[in-house]
């Protein structure tokens, strides 16, 4: 909590517990309550939940054989990319495989540079420095491509 010493917290946190330790039944019984008076919002908090943990159990290091995207659907979507005509999926599909990334993974795509040609620019001060490691950002990248694929397969229905 915002505004109290260390100790003040610490002796917070040790109330905290001792209240639920000694109040266990009361607090166990106002829950099921609560429960059974909201199933919408158990639900959507089960949803929610569940979204958060599915999307945290993301492989980045899949393939683009593991995502379905051949070498020819690849250069598709990299040309899409480039031509700049679906900029708002683009940009969406970027954030989603990952918000401190999407500029550079952008920028990765339609200037056709490397992880090293970015970390030079970063050198040079041109741009600021990258979220995530070589690995990680090619994974990224790769995830980029799926949700970008995904998201215009849902467009066009394919």
Known sequence: MEGL???AQEERRDYKRQYRLKNREKINRQQREWRAGNPDRVKQYQRKYWEKVAAKAVNIR???RDYGITPERLNELIEIVKS???DAVVLSAAHRADEKAAGHIIMSVKENASYEALEAKQAAGKIERIALGRSDF???RRLFFHYL?????EIYNL
């Open 5 to 7: 010493t260390v100790q």
């Open 62 to 64: 899949a393939s683009y």
């Open 84 to 86: 700049n005509k679906h």
């Open 138 to 140: 090619y994974g990224t």
């Open 149 to 153: 694929d995904t998201a215009l397969s």
